[in-house]
């Protein structure tokens, strides 16, 4: 959500920067609200004046002995009047506010234009992607040949999209889980939280999964209630329509959610395997800064979500979105692409996006220093890390020439084993 009074003064240089990202803003339709909202407000005021100067020569008649009636029938017609032409201007201010609500946000100055995720800019890279002396397998092959992975079993309990982890597969994904979060915690400065999965459809319209993405998310029937499609949801709308204490920021904070997503419009993408899936974990970073602080939070957010990928030996790089690829709610987004020898290629492992006070606009989250002004705080999120394809990159990265899959050091007193071996799992 953008601010009222900063959209109407400057609608044209809105409409370039969001022409950008391939936004066409209508701008005949919130001129002609504009136009409409004014002038109410004009006319009203206008006619508040006339019951002003007729409500004092009311008084003064009345202080005269003389008759005041029709002078106060006048005055109540204009009183009419005026709140007909209040409730216009207050209609006009929600039809733009609604209009609004489905406007991305600005990019900020710093992301490069483009088109499309062809134009995004690699900032820097970490890793040498491993020299195999075999062909390297991908995990859809892997994991069923080391019995940690099944998607049949999964397709049969409910649908394509899904995975079952067995054994060992299993053990790797909570291990991944519990890791993430003990360095966050514990080396980042994050504070974790357990949120509902659960959530409603205020939290989701104040992180911008409503109304334009709905069709992306799952719903439950015959409830308000959506199933979580990122912690970013639940995590923000901690502080929904409440003022926080400015010398409390930034807060950051961590969760691990499970996360559902209907996929919609990705028919045909990441097909096999469990790249891209409707059931997925992650473990999420969010921030709430002041607005001068964001972007300096921002790059740390990232280095924090990078540093996990580093401990773990793995490849990467990180690219800054161009303006045709941005998400609806950021002004500006790292993604952070893991190599996978399976697959050759760079594959999406987070998003850490600065939403400036897009999504704090939409759900009312101010900070209030003793003596200054509530403001709208920024707020960021990332994921730090998507388990599942951390996941993916593990068993890729480190599958040896016998099929078993060595376990990076780090992770080893999570896991319990250095290695995944395909006989040790004799049990389907």
Not at 163 to 176: C, F, I, P, S, T
Request: glycine share 6%.
């Amino acid at each position: 959500m953008h601010d009222l009074s900063f959209f109407r003064a400057n609608l044209d240089s809105i409409a370039q920067r969001l022409a950008t990202r391939g936004y066409q803003l209508d701008l005949e339709q919130f001129r002609a609200l504009d136009a409409e909202r004014r002038a109410a407000l004009t006319e009203a005021e206008q006619l508040k004046a006339q019951v002003n100067a007729k409500s004092a020569e009311v008084a003064k008649l009345r202080k005269q002995g003389q008759d005041t009636n029709s002078i106060q029938q006048e005055v109540r017609a204009i009183g009419e009047r005026v709140s007909a032409l209040d409730q216009k201007a207050k209609s006009a201010d929600e039809s733009f506010r609604d209009l609004m609500a489905g406007v991305p946000s600005i990019p900020h100055e710093s992301v490069p234009v483009g088109k499309s995720a062809e134009d995004n800019v690699e900032v820097r890279r970490w890793g040498q992607p491993r020299e195999f002396d075999f062909p390297p397998k991908a995990h859809w092959d892997l994991g069923p040949e080391l019995k940690i992975l099944d998607l049949e079993r999964a397709t049969k309990i409910t649908g394509a999209r899904f995975a079952v982890y067995w054994g060992m597969g299993a053990r790797l994904e909570r291990a991944l889980v519990n890791f993430f979060l003990d360095i966050h915690t514990r080396e980042h400065g994050y504070t974790e939280v357990l949120t509902p999965f659960l959530i409603n459809s205020a939290s989701m319209f104040g992180t911008g999964q409503l109304p334009k993405f709905k069709e992306d998310s799952f719903k439950i029937e015959n409830t308000d209630f959506w199933l979580a499609p990122t912690a970013e949801v639940p995590v923000t709308n901690l502080f929904r329509d409440e003022t926080l204490n400015a010398a409390d920021l930034p807060i950051s904070l961590c969760a691990y959610t499970p996360c559902w997503r209907s996929e919609a419009g990705s028919y045909g993408r990441d097909v096999r395997g469990i790249i891209r899936q409707h059931q997925f974990q992650k473990v999420e970073l969010v921030k709430f800064t002041l607005p001068e602080q964001s972007y300096e939070e921002h790059e740390k957010l990232t280095a924090d979500a990078e540093d996990i990928l580093k401990r773990l030996g793995l490849p990467f790089r990180t690219v800054v979105l161009s303006t045709g690829d941005l998400g609806a709610s950021s002004a500006k987004t790292y993604d952070l692409e893991v190599w996978l020898p399976g697959q050759s290629a760079y594959k999406e492992i987070s998003s850490c996006s600065n939403f400036e006070a897009y999504q704090a606009r939409r759900a009312s989250i101010r900070a209030k220093s003793g003596k200054g002004k509530a403001e709208y705080v920024h707020t960021l999120n990332g994921s730090g890390l998507a388990v599942g394809r951390t996941w993916v990159a593990i068993v890729e990265n480190y599958q040896q020439a016998d099929g078993s899959v060595v376990v990076p050091e780090v992770l080893r007193p999570y896991v319990g084993a250095d290695c995944l071996r395909p006989e040790s799992q004799t049990f389907h």
